[in-house]
Every structure is written in structure tokens, then in C-alpha cells.
């Protein structure tokens, strides 16, 4: 029995280009020609196309298809490393589930990253759209520095902040002030790269500025501003040297 190129590719499921397409990229030999100049596939030119297609199937990439044994009988590199992609595929989509499932039982939050969901509760919404931009501006250690600052923080540290109007008065604004500080002071101490923070911003100093500052004019009112302005002095000044005064932004992340 012998097949034109159409019904060959019919029979295996694939197209005439893919077909011949696979024959200028050497995976399938060029078949012999009838009388009339017409391609004659047989059984083996079936039996290959049915193996590309099963190994396309399977995620093995067109360059890697001739270093998959076409007689299965042993493991390639190829196929061992896209086993070890699957395998991490379904790793990451096992973790999904559990954390949609998280969601819709209400003990989960979409608006802040991965590993922040336990904490959302005691973070304003300001703060946790702060620390989302933050996920996306600063490294693995950062981030995991203000999981650590957010967990150090008495439940009710930002009520205050939280509740500040923009109006609030110069006496309200510098009290305030004064209550934050210690624990921006305190951070600094505890995580000295608040002071020179280049090596965690996987984006450059002026791109992350940027962004942060942008962040916080939106989500913070004035007086809140102004607030965390006057607790990076002043935590500066108690501290003798530069803390993070440089850097307001990170005195939200302080109180976060």
C-alpha cells in the first residue's frame, strides 16, 4: 500500500506542510516517486510521522527529535528533561490549586505576593498595595526582611497611620511621628541593607525609586506622607548616622 502526501498526512493526524516540513529538517526520509513524479509513502514514512507527532505531543522540541531513540529503546537527555519540566509544572500547578482553594475558603488574599497571604489581615489596603509593588521591585531576601518586619509589629502599630485624614493637624503629625520612628530605627538595625539598598533591586536604583514613589503618592494621604518623611529623620537623627532617611519609602515598609 502506497499514500500521496495528503493521505499520508491524514492518516497521522498532521498537515502537508508539517510533513514537509519535517523532511527539509531531516526527521522524515524523502519517500520515491511514482511514474507520474508524485511522492509514494509507505508504512515506515506512516510509522515515523506517527512517532514525531506522539513525541510533539509529549513537549520534546523539534531540534531534540532526532536524539529521541526512534525505537524507544532507552531514556534520552531530552526526554529526562522534559520529564524534569513537567514534573516542576506540576509542582507549581499543585500549589495554585492550594492557594485558589485558600482563596475561596476566605483564609487567602489576592492583592498582596506569594507568601505575604497569612499577613494580609494585619496590612491596610495601602499596604498591601505597597507591598505588591515592592514584590516586583525588590529580591527573594528583601522580601523576606519585610515578611519579618510586617511579623515584628504589634497587631495595632499602624492604626493610628491608618486612620490619619489628611488634614491632621501639626501636633497629631509630629506625635506620630515620634511613635514611628523608634521602629523604622529599629528595622534599620536589624536589616542594615535598608540603608544602601542597590544590591536588592533587582531593577536599578532609579527604576525602583521611581515606582515606589509613585506608589505611595496614590495610596497614602498627604499627612501620611508627610509622617513617614518625618519618622526617617528623626530615626535618622536618633541613630547618629544615615538610616533610611534617604529612602522614605521604606519607612512604610517599616510600619506595614
Known amino acids: 500500500m502506497a499514500w500521496s502526501t495528503r493521505e499520508v498526512a491524514e492518516l497521522a493526524g498532521t498537515t502537508v506542510n508539517a510533513v514537509r516540513h519535517y523532511h527539509r529538517a531531516g526527521l522524515l526520509e524523502e519517500p520515491g516517486r511514482r511514474s507520474n ?42 526526554l529526562l528533561a522534559i520529564d524534569a519540566d513537567l514534573a516542576a509544572s506540576i509542582e507549581r500547578l499543585q500549589r495554585a490549586r492550594a492557594e485558589i482553594r485558600a482563596i475561596l475558603h476566605g483564609v487567602s488574599a489576592t492583592d498582596v505576593p506569594s507568601g505575604f497571604e497569612d499577613l494580609a489581615g494585619r496590612l491596610s489596603r495601602p499596604d498591601r498595595s505597597l507591598v505588591l509593588v515592592y514584590s516586583q521591585l525588590y529580591d527573594a531576601s528583601a522580601m523576606a526582611d519585610l515578611r519579618a518586619m510586617v511579623e515584628a509589629e504589634p497587631d495595632d502599630a499602624g492604626a493610628a497611620f491608618d486612620a490619619l485624614p489628611p488634614d491632621a493637624d501639626e501636633a497629631t503629625r509630629q506625635r506620630l511621628s515620634e511613635t514611628l520612628a523608634p521602629q523604622l530605627a529599629q528595622h534599620v538595625a536589624d536589616h542594615p541593607w535598608l540603608v544602601d539598598q542597590a544590591a536588592h533591586q533587582p531593577r536599578g536604583p532609579r527604576v525602583t525609586q521611581e515606582a515606589v514613589v509613585a506608589t505611595l503618592l496614590e495610596v497614602y494621604n498627604e499627612a501620611q506622607i508627610d509622617v ?26 517599616s510600619r506595614s
Do not use: F
Request: overall charge neutral; cysteine-free; glycine content about 10%.
Open 228 to 253: 513617614l518623611g518625618r519618622a526617617a529623620v528623626l530615626a535618622d537623627l536618633a541613630a547618629g548616622g544615615p538610616t533610611a532617611a534617604d529612602h522614605p519609602q521604606d519607612a512604610s515598609a
Open 37 to 78: 513524479g508524485y511522492k509514494e509513502y509507505g508504512a515506515r514514512h506512516l510509522v515515523r510521522l506517527l512517532q514525531i507527532r506522539r513525541l510533539r505531543d509529549l513537549g520534546v522540541p523539534l531540534a531534540q527529535l532526532e536524539s529521541v531513540s526512534s525505537a524507544g529503546e532507552s531514556p534520552s537527555a531530552a
